[in-house]
């Protein structure tokens, strides 16, 4: 099955950077549109951000301009660039991989285990 590998998280101050890795053994991500999730205690999973399998990316308004997807295919990873942190990014968050980019979750057919992102003073 499809199973990915996430890395990175942690704490970091309000302004600070943090970058998430998400790649997989056996499987060519290139394949896949990969989205990152992200869920706040007591909210539901929504998508932060994803790269298709042609490149196109896409980003939600709350993060555009601060997070940067991207995708190296030499490492066979997905990343996402997380800069000028605020508060309300406290989250876990999740790697996803489906044929297509989407805003649902059932359409992904593998996650990674999550990530827990915490911005604290």
């Known amino acids: 099955q499809l199973q990915l590998v996430q890395s990175g998280g942690g704490l970091v101050q309000p302004g600070g950077s943090l970058r998430l890795s998400c790649s997989a053994s056996?499987?060519?991500?290139?394949?896949?549109?990969i989205g990152w999730f992200r869920q706040a205690p007591g909210k539901e999973r929504e998508e932060v951000s994803c790269v298709s399998r042609s490149g196109e990316t896409n980003t939600a308004d709350s993060v555009k301009g601060r997070f940067t997807i991207s995708r190296d295919s030499a490492k066979n990873t997905v990343y996402l660039h997380m800069n000028s942190l605020k508060l309300e990014d406290t989250a876990v968050y999740y790697c996803?991989?489906?044929?297509?980019?989407?805003?649902?979750?059932?359409?992904?057919?593998?996650w990674g285990q999550g990530t827990q992102v915490t911005v604290s003073s």
């Open positions: 996803a991989a489906g044929v297509h980019c989407s805003d649902s979750r059932n359409e992904y057919d593998g």
């Open positions: 056996g499987l060519f991500l290139d394949y896949y549109a």
